[in-house]
């Protein structure tokens, strides 16, 4: 345990963003150690899918927080087993201790869960979306359902899960399952179909071959959904209504089994609301009171490169992370308020992360974002691919180099932006990661300050 | 040969279809399309692209250059049946020098038969005299980067197949693996070709990063429609799509990996 720690210390010493090194050397050192801490936690909340993991355990970890509760965390995307180890190895005291009481909150990769969820039992654990990511990393989407839902007979029996009941395949785990289950899902009536050319992964039923179809579809295959065979979208027990999209803030009304809140979460987008809701389900499987939930909500923060703002040189620089067609496609829906132009560095990288694939930026819908781009500078291991891409789009021209290398890609972009202006930085995973750095040493404000 | 041999090259039009657009999409397939009508459009030639979905009216007569992609193996179960049942159409207008693309399963689709890794066998159109099966569920995909000699010019793709793809004695290969695994892995092949007809693994998309090969469909569907001559492309500024061909050679034939990449997967 005192490896682990040490190594640790060492890594916060080297300003390194990994957290999982430390989880590695427990492993090898002590394989019996995430069992035996987990063991000693009061409550364990497991938080998987394809989207929204980190969110949304940013959100139940702060709620929990404002609930008066010791919260373990495997923070910023540390969300393999070893990853799930060095969070439980940080908070352990150095006798291998836990703090007496302390509810995790365990960010569980998708093909990472049997193993998580063995490991650390969950007393809740919410599935936010299953969608086309990394294919050449996790395979086809329906052999992660499947194991999903062979994961669910290892859980604790009175363990309650949390799932999205706008997206087809995660509601349909509730077949799956006998013990208590909460859903979640948007109520409101206005809010904007998807467009149509959008790419949709699940298209029909995986057990009845029968095609989804949609009354309201959102945003990939999430939205108010049902079958021939009179298989529909369950009614939620959490859900938002009256979303209202501001400059800096989402507004709506959050239903609950207990009551309502009005929520206004400084975070942008329809996935964020995905993210809150699926926090507030998990926070009151765990008993949070609604008034607590709309206090922790109220004061997220960005996690780690999702839609994180800083300061550095006296300009303003945010960071919305984009690892998949569904999720780029999200982070551009937020930047087309009408009328609204943005300074955009574009950054893609091909590592084992990121997908060694970079073919699925055909996929997202780059066009509709052509025409609220200013100025566009392009980098990252694959930034030719990148370029080509924008081209096709109908961008303009990017600014000075198409550069593999990050930093001069940042560099360039700084450059070229106005004073007064702000730079929107869309990265892939490790660029994200790259980046960030990059501005911690260039002495960007809020670096480090995570939820 | 052709329908109305218009003479004024500003009014030369193709008639694109994309079968199954909305299950056979994987990988960014659709940037096939999209490069077809850009490339065209640059020329000044109007381009239609047409989904074609299950049970939809369609003759392949209509069309000067028919795409399909690549799904996941239940989509490509999914569309088997209504693909069977063009199978004789598809072969004719292949006979008639139609052009087509056919990509990862969309190519497995075009062979004689796929069989999976059960032992499930899928039938498929015949189009090429190939073969397709799956080794076994312990059997790794081929996952990767890949570098073809097409014509003495590189082709530049990623693949992403479980199924190996072997052809039949007098099967013509489209290309030669330089880097990646090709077909199966084994025999350094790399997709085929029959007629006008070009079957590969290489998702990518494709076509707007390997522009030689986008003209080459472009030039066979003009000169089949227009007749001999037609086919004479304009150069177009390649600048991005040369910097991105070249991009994916050296990612493929350096193949290391970021050590962010390593560190943090």
């Keep these: 345990m005192l490896a682990g720690k040490a190594a640790r210390l060492g890594m916060r010493a080297l300003g390194s963003g990994g957290t999982a090194l430390p989880g590695l050397v427990v492993e090898r050192l002590h394989p019996q150690a995430t069992e035996r801490l987990a063991g000693r936690l009061s409550a364990t909340a497991l938080i998987t899918g394809t989207n929204g993991k980190t969110t949304t355990s940013a959100m139940l970890a702060r709620i929990l927080r404002a609930d008066g509760r010791t919260v373990v965390h495997n923070r910023s995307g540390s969300n393999l087993m070893r990853g799930v180890t060095a969070s439980l190895v940080e908070a352990a005291n150095p006798l291998g201790g836990l703090v007496h009481g302390c509810t995790a909150v365990l960010e569980a990769d998708e093909a990472a869960l049997p193993a998580i969820a063995r490991a650390a039992p969950p007393t809740t654990a919410v599935f936010t979306n299953l969608m086309r990511d990394q294919l050449d990393r996790y395979g086809e989407i329906e052999s992660i359902a499947l194991r999903w839902a062979e994961t669910l007979a290892d859980f604790p029996t009175d363990a309650t899960i949390a799932l999205n009941a706008d997206d087809p395949l995660i509601a349909s785990l509730a077949t799956c399952w006998d013990g208590p289950c909460l859903r979640f899902g948007i109520e409101d009536a206005d809010v904007p179909p998807a467009p149509s050319g959008e790419i949709v992964d699940a298209i029909w039923d995986p057990a009845t071959q029968d095609d989804f179809r949609y009354s309201r579809r959102y945003f990939a295959q999430l939205g108010r959904w049902h079958t021939d065979a009179g298989v529909e979208r369950p009614t939620p027990e959490v859900s938002a209504d009256e979303i209202v999209q501001a400059e800096a803030s989402t507004q709506f009304v959050l239903r609950l089994p207990e009551g309502s809140a009005s929520i206004d979460l400084p975070a942008l987008g329809l996935y964020s609301v995905y993210n809150a809701l699926a926090a507030a389900t998990a926070a009151t499987a765990l008993g949070v009171p609604p008034e607590t939930i709309k206090r922790g909500l109220g004061a997220h923060q960005a996690a780690f490169g999702r839609q994180e703002e800083m300061v550095v040189d006296g300009r303003r620089v945010r960071i919305l992370l984009g690892k998949n067609p569904s999720g780029m496609n999200q982070a551009l829906r937020t930047l087309q308020r009408p009328g609204e132009r943005h300074h955009l560095l574009v950054l893609l990288n091909d590592g084992i992360a990121d997908g060694t694939d970079v073919s699925w930026i055909w996929d997202v819908d780059w066009e509709s974002q052509a025409e609220h781009c200013e100025s566009l500078v392009v980098g990252g291991h694959r930034a030719a691919d990148m370029a080509l891409r924008l081209e096709y789009a109908g961008f303009p021209a990017p600014r000075g180099p198409v550069a593999n290398d990050v930093g001069r890609a940042l560099r360039a972009a700084l450059d070229a932006l106005p004073q007064s202006e702000r730079l929107t930085i869309l990265p892939t995973y490790t660029a994200m990661l790259d980046v960030r750095q990059r501005l911690g040493r260039m002495g960007a404000a809020r670096l480090w300050d995570v939820a | ?265």
């Design chain 2, 1 to 265: 040969m052709g329908r109305g041999l218009m003479s004024s090259s500003n009014d030369r039009r193709l008639d694109v279809a994309v079968l199954y657009p909305d299950l056979l999409n994987l990988y960014g397939d659709r940037g096939n399309a999209r490069a077809m009508a850009r490339r065209c459009a640059a020329r000044g030639i109007e381009a239609t692209v047409t989904g074609v979905d299950i049970g939809d009216q369609w003759s392949p007569e209509q069309s000067d250059l028919v795409l399909i992609g690549g799904g996941q193996d239940r989509e490509q179960r999914r569309v088997q049946a209504d693909l069977l049942r063009r199978g004789n159409a598809i072969r004719d207008y292949v006979n008639d020098d139609g052009v087509v693309l056919a990509v990862c399963g969309g190519f497995q689709l075009f062979g004689h038969q796929y069989r999976g890794w059960d032992g499930d066998v899928m039938d498929g159109i015949g189009i090429f005299d190939a073969v397709a099966a799956h080794p076994g569920p312990n059997v790794s995909r081929c996952v990767g980067n890949v570098v073809a000699l097409w014509e003495g010019e590189t082709l530049v793709g990623f693949e992403n197949h479980g199924g190996r793809t072997y052809l039949n004695d007098g099967q013509q290969a489209l290309a030669d693996v330089a880097s990646g695994f090709g077909n199966n892995g084994g025999d350094g092949l790399e997709g085929a070709r029959v007629k006008n007809a070009f079957g590969t693994y290489l998702h990518g998309a494709v076509l707007p990063k390997n522009p030689h090969l986008a003209d080459r469909l472009i030039a066979l569907a003009l000169e089949r429609r227009y007749g001999p001559g037609a086919g004479e492309l304009e150069a177009l500024d390649d600048g991005a799509a040369l910097r991105a061909h070249a991009e994916a050679l050296h990612t493929a034939l350096s193949a290391t990996e970021s050590p962010l990449g390593r560190r943090f997967a």
